[in-house]
């Protein structure tokens, strides 16, 4: 028999039940629609976490004789990448890690811990909350709590689902007598076993593998060490989460709708890059080498296109004739005289550098032409930037013969002249393989990858640096 919450306060004098109201009930299960979540079992997870936790910093913050005021140790926004993987919240309530777990069960008979916050060093509490929600009637019951010390020593260890478990009647009750502990002996940081390292080479292959959309939480899918390793990096953490709800809604991006100039939010032309950045145009520079000094001014009208011409087919400097090319697809839109110059170079230019240049000015000013390239860039912030500044991946690509397409790929600095140090840039296949990788080393101004693929084929481009990385899909 279900006990009315007017038993259970008569029962439990000692407990703590605080109610909230059905319109903050529904109000949150609104909040939590609007986040993004892999699967209904995720979703509800997070709903149960989100009223306990806004229920419970409500009554610590009117309620409490402590006088700062209890608070969550990350960004609310990072909480969504925690409830799709385990239950439970952690929150800072003077000097002590609070560990709420929450529970829809009609009868508080034990707390179940998932061991991510018992055994994840950086994820361990000083105390473990037992939290009971009545959904219907609009209240939460505070059954308890244990210390790390009592759940990692005298809970049972429940490896069908890897969690401590402790009986609802060895729970400490009442949170009075915590406060009145941690006067006297205020906490300190749990002492937790260091986990096991992974190497970013696993790491990547085990985000692969979790990545993929289930109706579960896939905390079981692995041993745990290997689990916990994952989650206890917070980058990894939260790749896991985009992984998994990007999944099912993040498409590829279609390479051969570039050609229709159709492109996907944040690709841009090398000159957009350029005013959103506010960064000199040398840094952004696809060519190499420097402006001659016959490139003045005038040669950057209509007008000069002749005159471009024959330097094209004359001027034996390469820099010079790249500059050219490079004019002549700014200047010369659907102007005749340009187009056969620039496809001539095309078909006579020895070296890829000078091929590729010259089918995307053909594409600037012929869009339609069949060796018309194009070229879009991205700007990739990976949250711990480079001196302020972050790098631009870009994505150039040239028709070949027999349906092929040649795809480059490079990186390049903004506002400073080198790459930093070890910044990979990574090409997997469809099945996750890794087939091309480069590095950059101590002064390297730019890496690159280059390769063929045919109409349909797949490829995921990921930058890297440290254990931080950014990903992008495509499908030629």
């Known amino acids: 028999m279900d006990l009315s919450l007017n038993d259970l306060t008569f029962l439990f004098p000692e407990q703590l039940f605080l109610e909230f109201s059905s319109e903050d009930r529904d109000h949150l299960w609104q909040q939590v629609q609007k986040d993004q979540y892999s699967n209904d079992a995720a979703r509800f997870n997070a709903y149960l976490n989100r009223i306990s936790l806004n229920t419970f910093l409500t009554y610590l913050a009117t309620a409490s004789d402590v006088q700062e005021h209890p608070h969550l140790g990350i960004p609310d926004t990072e909480l969504p990448s925690f409830w799709e993987m385990v239950n439970g919240t952690a929150i800072y309530w003077g000097q002590m890690r609070l560990i709420l777990i929450p529970s829809q069960e009609p009868n508080l008979t034990e707390l179940r811990v998932p061991r991510e916050w018992v055994d994840i060093p950086n994820w361990a509490g000083n105390y473990y909350l037992a939290m ?7 209240w939460l019951r505070v059954g308890g709590y244990v210390t790390y010390q009592q759940l990692r020593n005298q809970g049972n260890y429940d490896r069908m689902d890897e969690t401590y478990v402790v009986d609802a009647e060895d729970l ?10 941690e006067e006297r002996f205020p906490s300190q940081k749990p002492t937790v076993k260091p986990l096991p390292q992974l190497s970013s080479v696993e790491a990547e292959r085990l985000l692969e593998q979790l990545g993929q959309k289930t109706p579960y939480l896939p905390r079981l899918d692995l041993p745990f060490t290997k689990w916990a390793a994952l989650l206890a990096n917070p980058n990894w953490r939260r790749d896991l989460y985009h992984r998994r709800v990007n999944q099912s809604v993040k498409q590829p991006i279609k390479l051969s709708q570039w050609f229709q100039q159709i492109f996907d939010g944040g690709w841009q032309t090398i000159e957009d890059i350029i005013d959103t950045l506010a960064v ?3 840094n952004l520079a696809y060519r190499s080498g420097s402006r001659d000094r016959v490139m003045d001014v005038s040669a950057t009208t209509p007008q000069a296109i002749p005159a471009l011409v024959e330097l094209l087919q004359t001027n034996p400097s390469k820099s010079t004739r790249l500059r050219v090319v490079d004019l002549l697809g700014d200047i010369a839109k659907g102007n005749p005289e340009a187009i056969a110059a620039l496809t001539n170079f095309l078909d006579q230019a020895s070296d890829q550098d000078s091929r590729r240049q010259a089918a995307v000015s053909l594409g600037k000013i012929d869009p339609s032409h069949a060796q018309a390239g194009i070229r879009r860039a991205r700007i990739i912030d990976l949250g711990l930037r480079v001196s302020g500044h972050p790098v631009v991946l870009m994505v150039t690509l040239m028709p070949e013969p027999n349906y092929k397409m040649n795809v480059h790929l490079r990186l390049d600095p903004t506002g400073q002249t080198y790459l930093p140090p070890n ?24 890496i690159q990858i280059e390769f063929r693929c045919t109409s349909g084929d797949f490829f995921r481009v990921k930058v890297a640096l440290g254990e931080a990385s950014v990903t992008e899909d495509f499908v030629v």
């Open 280 to 282: 000199p145009e040398a």
């Open 132 to 138: 009971q929600l009545n959904l219907e009637e609009c």
């Open 423 to 446: 910044l990979k840039l990574i090409v997997l296949d469809e099945e996750g393989n890794r087939f091309r990788q480069e590095e950059s080393r101590q002064a390297d101004n730019r």
């Open 172 to 181: 400490i009750e009442g949170l009075s007598v915590m406060e009145v502990v």
